[in-house]
């Protein structure tokens, strides 16, 4: 099995070689190329570049004849030849480079025509180009050597620094319409060896609604003349700006910060000193600078408001619009699709699909958007919008022509772009419910397919339409019987509690009641003012009251008796002490004048209730206590 | 004895109206759905409803098509048992194939909850829950009353102030009910496709089209026009005869 295999293997391998050898053999002739390249194309007056022709392909040891262009501007040495030979994949290619070292003897733009070579029968041209010269400047030759450049003192000030190297952020206009689209771009320029590049503040594009676009991730420094000076330049951002408001609008700076290498210059002393002031000996000292872009100022003025269609929405630029149906011929309650793309350059993320006015009987479902951007060279792409339309009745259905506005940059005026209108047959569709489904999430097409319950069968229990129960007095009756049952039950052991509770009350009212069935007599007398009576009726009252308490015989009744019985003793201080005080009182009353009984005899009278009210309630205290 | 004549006479008709509602079962079985309507209809013309008379109408309006009366009947079972679950269940598989799908805006959550409880039950429902809250009240206060120990008491007590609670809140919820279902402002879309205009006259823009089946809002009633607000916010004015208030 497995040498079978093998032997398989090794037959297409054959196969693949020889496939390879021929195809490699065709293609020799095919690949022969005879071109130019040049180290710089913008160098300064005296600096020497290199200018290199190669011809590339096979058998190019077999090229006869090189003219070279003149070299006329130029102090030039060479040709030095070099060769090489290299196999990728089976394939062979080789190289042959001649090489001149030129250096230019006064500025200005050179053209460098054309050299030619013989191959075999063919003759190759190179294309011709120019170089630009400019003045080398006193602060050494600049550029790709940056060993060379620097400053010539020890001290580096800023101001030279930012001579040397800047950051230039140019938009391409300085003034635009509310979105149109502008491009500015930050290079930076320096002659300076430079190194660890970060950014430390990006610029702020407030206003505009901005649009990155890509510029390559590895920085590659480019010779190019500033202001007459040769500076290494590099794209570092790129970005595409639609104004959103109109007015003067800012774009704030782009800041880098990165470090500079400054050589560290000695003073000459000497032949050691000359030698080690040699580039290659000498000292470097990077310092960290911030490189700081210019404001760009852009003015952005309003859209003309005369002739501006109804249906715009903020699309700027230039556009095409391409719409499509998917189906001519449907099935009533079948979707069928309907595709507007909108494709062209400017602000694309901001179009809007245009209106459809559908007819009543096709509903339309939220389209879906997608859109596709390119970001190569400014913003250009194109955005679909996916309608779903589901016709509901059947016949002939006419899908209007869709219009869509927007502002032309370059024609400077309003442009409405109209689709085609599309006619659809309807057709009647199958079953009553085999349509929806375009409507309905997940869930309902599970429900789509289920029939109802069946219907209730168990005889029901009607009620009359409208009747609810709490209009029946059935209900109040039930509702209320449980609280008239509580209200009550607590009425009726607020009672019992209140006969529970009050029972030394009942006793002292029954006190009063004798108290008071004692002095009915006083009281009489009281009522009619007759003072000596008063005193006489209440004094007797009040002994005889005490000898029935007490059981006192009457022929031992005197008031020492009175306070020697037991029951008085140990009664309370204040008790025996209006005792005392009552009866006293009634003796003193017989001595004193009429004026002064008058008005003590209220006092007595309220005094001696309470009196024995008091002894009552004592006594019966005792028993209590006795129990 | 008028009331005891009156009550014989109501059972009567009762009964006449169960012998009929068997009827349209019957029919329903058949496959007879026409006929089954028909039965079930002359039952609520006679002044008498449930919810599985409701139930049954709605069903064999869904097997002819009609899903606006279908969808129409379903919730008047449910505003009888608004938990019943082979309505809900049915309700759930007419709305699926209305043609609209209108998402309703959202409401602050407190108030459908609210909502939902006031519809868990019927006003007739609260009323029993009121009634049988009351009775054990009563005896939880008899029984906290003549508790013999202080720890009886103590949970008596707790019971008795957790069933007032109870009481006074389906007091509540019976007012609540009572008020929705006699509100009378919710109506089903019965015509099949149905143009709402800008106000209520036919020769008024129209802002939008809806289907039968929706269950709408009822805001205002002018003439023969009801403004009516969708579940999305949306309003509108139609004329009365392509809706059916539940």
Redesign the interface.
């Known amino acids: 099995m497995s040498f079978k295999l093998l032997w398989v293997n090794i037959n297409s391998f054959l196969i693949v070689c020889a496939l390879l050898f021929f195809s490699g053999a065709s293609s020799d002739i095919l690949a022969q190329s005879f071109t130019v390249e040049v180290s710089s194309k913008v160098v300064s007056v005296g600096e020497q570049f290199q200018l290199s022709f190669v011809l590339s392909g096979s058998n190019v040891g077999n090229a006869t004849g090189f003219q070279p262009p003149s070299f006329k501007d130029f102090r030039a040495n060479g040709p030095f030849q070099s060769s090489s030979f290299q196999v990728v994949n089976g394939r062979t290619s080789a190289s042959q480079s001649l090489v001149y070292t030129l250096a230019a003897t006064s500025k200005g733009k050179f053209t460098i025509g054309s050299a030619s070579i013989n191959l075999g029968s063919q003759t190759f041209k190179t294309a011709p180009f120019t170089i630009e010269v400019v003045e080398s400047s006193n602060k050494g030759n600049a550029g790709g050597n940056a060993k060379s450049s620097g400053t010539t003192s020890n001290q580096v000030s800023t101001s030279q620094l930012s001579e040397n190297c800047f950051i230039i952020a140019s938009a391409d206009k300085s003034s635009a319409l509310v979105g149109e689209q502008i491009i500015v771009t930050y290079k930076l320029f320096t002659r300076m060896q430079i190194a660890q590049p970060q950014i430390s503040k990006l610029p702020s594009y407030k206003g505009f609604w901005a649009e990155e676009i890509s510029t390559p991730q590895v920085l590659n420094l480019q010779r190019e003349n500033y202001n007459g000076k040769v500076f290494s330049a590099v794209v570092l951002k790129k970005v595409a700006l639609f104004p959103s408001q109109s007015g003067a609008l800012d774009v704030t700076p782009f800041k880098l910060k990165l470090k500079v290498a400054i050589e560290k210059k000695r003073k000459s002393q000497g032949f050691f000193d000359d030698f080690f002031n040699d580039p290659f000996f000498q000292q470097q000292e990077l310092v960290e600078f911030e490189a700081v872009s210019n404001t760009v100022k852009i003015n952005a003025s309003a859209l003309p408001d005369d002739k501006k269609p109804a249906n715009f929405t903020n699309a700027v630029g230039s556009y095409k619009m391409d719409v499509s149906i998917d189906k001519q011929k449907v099935k009533q309650h079948d979707p069928l699709t309907m595709k507007i793309t909108i494709s062209g350059s400017g602000n694309i993320q901001l179009v809007e699909a245009p209106e459809i006015n559908l007819p ?2 096709v ?1 339309k479902f939220d389209p879906k958007t997608n859109m596709d951007i390119n970001r190569a060279a400014g913003i250009t792409g194109k955005k679909t919008f996916d309608y779903l339309l589901v016709p ?1 009745s059947e016949g002939k259905v006419e899908i209007p022509p869709l219009k869509f506005s927007y502002y032309d940059t370059k024609k400077k005026s309003y442009e409405t772009l109209t689709s085609q209108s599309f006619m659809v047959e309807v057709e009647k569709g199958e079953g ?2 085999a349509n ?1 489904t375009a ?2 999430g997940k ?2 097409v599970v ?2 397919n ?16 409208g009747g ?3 209009y029946k007095p059935f ?1 109040w009756m ?2 209320l019987a ?2 008239f ?2 209200a009550g ?2 009425f009726y ?1 607020r009672r019992e509690t209140l006969l529970l509770s009050d029972l030394t009350s009942l006793k002292t009212r029954k006190a009063e009641k004798l108290a008071k069935s004692k002095l009915k007599a006083a009281e009489k007398t009281l009522k009619l003012e007759q003072v000596d009576q008063f005193y006489t009726v209440i004094s007797s009252s009040l002994f005889g009251y005490l000898e029935d308490k007490f059981s006192i015989p009457k022929a031992e009744l005197s008031r020492d008796r009175i306070f020697d019985t037991v029951e008085i003793k140990t009664m309370k201080s204040e008790t025996i002490l209006s005792l005392r005080s009552a009866l006293d009182e009634c003796e003193f009353a017989r001595f004193a004048p009429v004026e002064d009984k008058r008005q003590g005899m209220q006092g007595l009278y309220s005094k001696s209730i309470k009196l024995i009210i008091d002894i009552e309630a004592e006594l019966l205290e005792k028993k209590r206590g006795m129990k | 004895m008028r009331l005891l004549l009156s009550f014989l006479f ?1 059972t009567a008709l ?1 009964l006449a ?2 012998s009929t ?2 009827d349209g ?1 019957n029919a ?1 079985k058949s496959g007879n759905f026409q006929l089954a309507i028909e039965k079930y209809d002359s ?2 013309a006679s ?7 409701y ?2 109408t709605g ?2 309006y ?2 002819q ?1 009609r899903l606006g009366y279908a969808v129409l009947n379903y919730e008047r079972a449910l505003s009888l048992s608004p938990s019943d679950e ?1 309505v809900l ?2 309700l ?3 709305r ?4 609209d ?1 209108i998402s309703p805006t959202p409401q602050f959550f407190l108030y459908t909850w609210l909502n939902s409880l006031v519809l868990f039950l019927s ?2 429902g609260w ?2 829950l ?2 049988i809250s ?2 054990v ?2 005896i939880l ?2 029984l906290f ?1 003549y508790a013999s120990s202080t720890r009886l008491r103590k949970l008596f007590l707790i019971g008795t102030v957790s069933v007032l609670l109870i009481v006074i809140s389906s007091i509540v919820l ?1 007012t609540f009910r ?1 008020k929705s ?1 006699t509100k009378k402002d919710w109506a089903v879309i019965t015509n099949l ?1 149905v ?1 709402a205009k800008f106000a209520p006259s036919n020769s008024e823009k ?1 802002v939008f ?1 809806i289907h039968e089946g929706l269950k709408v809002k009822i805001d205002e009633v002018e003439s023969d026009w009801y403004k009516i607000r969708l579940s999305d916010g949306k309003v509108g004015w139609v004329a009365k005869n392509c809706l059916v208030i539940i």
Not at chain 1, 450 to 465: A, F, H, N, V
């Open positions: 009543a009987s509903d509901r009553q419910f929806v409507n309905s869930e309902d429900l789509l289920q029939d109802i319950r069946y219907i209730k069968t168990k005889e029901p229990s009607l009620q009359s339409i609810y129960s709490i209900t039930l509702l449980p609280v049952a509580v039950l607590l052991k | 109501l009762c109206g169960n509602i068997s079962n329903y039952v609520l002044g008498f409803c449930s919810s599985e008379l139930y049954n069903n064999a869904f097997k098509g082979d269940f049915n759930k598989i007419t699926a194939r209305l043609k799908n006003a007739d009323t029993y009121l009634m009351l009775f009240f009563a206060v008899y009353i019976i009572y279902d496709i143009q129209d089209v």
